[in-house]
């Protein structure tokens, strides 16, 4: 055989190239927890509009940024998943009442 296989050990669980990621990965993990929590807060309750569009917006925001920045397939597969909870729970938080709602007449 003329290659052998080797596990991947240097890096991270993100940087399948053996660097290290840092501002990659930190906004990986600022969008998944944005993204989630306006998905679920978007579903839980309406009253909670201001939450999911607010963490939603940003969520967005930070995952752009971090698809422009990322290096390696992993990290835009994360951030993929984290800009879909993002946008989803953006969008409800808007039918739901919006950025304002309630708050400026």
């Known amino acids: 055989m003329a290659q052998a296989l080797r596990p991947n050990t240097a890096g991270g669980l993100f940087a399948t ?10 906004l990986l993990a ?3 927890v944005l993204g989630v929590t306006s998905f679920i807060t978007a579903l839980v309750d309406e009253d909670l509009h201001l939450l999911s569009s607010w963490t939603g917006l940003v969520g967005i925001l930070t995952g752009a940024y971090g698809q422009w ?3 390696t397939t992993r990290e835009r597969f994360g951030l993929i998943l984290g800009l879909g909870a993002a946008g989803v729970g953006f ?8 950025l304002f709602g309630g708050l400026i007449d």
């Open 17 to 26: 190239d053996g660097k290290p990621h840092p501002l990659q990965d930190t």
């Open 30 to 32: 600022v969008t998944l």
């Open 69 to 71: 920045v990322s290096e």
């Open 91 to 98: 969008f409800l938080g808007m039918a739901h009442g919006g």
